[in-house]
């Protein structure tokens, strides 16, 4: 059974930063596109990051240039370096995994943002 499991939430002020990991039980980790996305209340997910198999990086327009995504296959993880942080970057931030039809979702951290 593939397993995503995330760590590194949590509550931090405005203007500091986190680390979020995620470990995915998979086989093959290094076939695997991944990704972060989020969920604040009451809006849908949406996409923060995204790193291919071959490393290359996509994020939202409202996160580039404070956070970073990047994998390192021999761990099986991936990371999200968030920076310079906002109260609108509250939110259950999910990691994901997907090649071709299979795409697994892990269960969720929550980072809040606040004074």
């Known amino acids: 059974q593939v397993q995503l499991v995330e760590s590194g939430g949590g509550l931090v002020q405005p203007g500091g930063s986190l680390r979020l990991s995620c470990a995915a039980s998979l086989s093959i980790f290094n076939i695997y596109n991944m990704g972060w996305y989020r969920q604040a209340p009451g809006k849908q997910r949406e996409l923060v990051a995204t790193?291919?198999?071959?490393?290359?990086?996509n994020y939202a327009d409202s996160v580039k240039g404070r956070f970073a995504i990047s994998r390192v296959n021999a761990k099986n993880t991936v990371y999200l370096q968030m920076n310079s942080l906002k109260p609108e970057d509250t939110a259950v931030y999910y990691c994901n995994a997907n090649f071709l039809a299979r795409d697994y979702w892990g269960q969720g951290t929550q980072v809040t943002v606040s004074s």
């Open positions: 790193i291919t198999r071959g490393d290359n990086t």
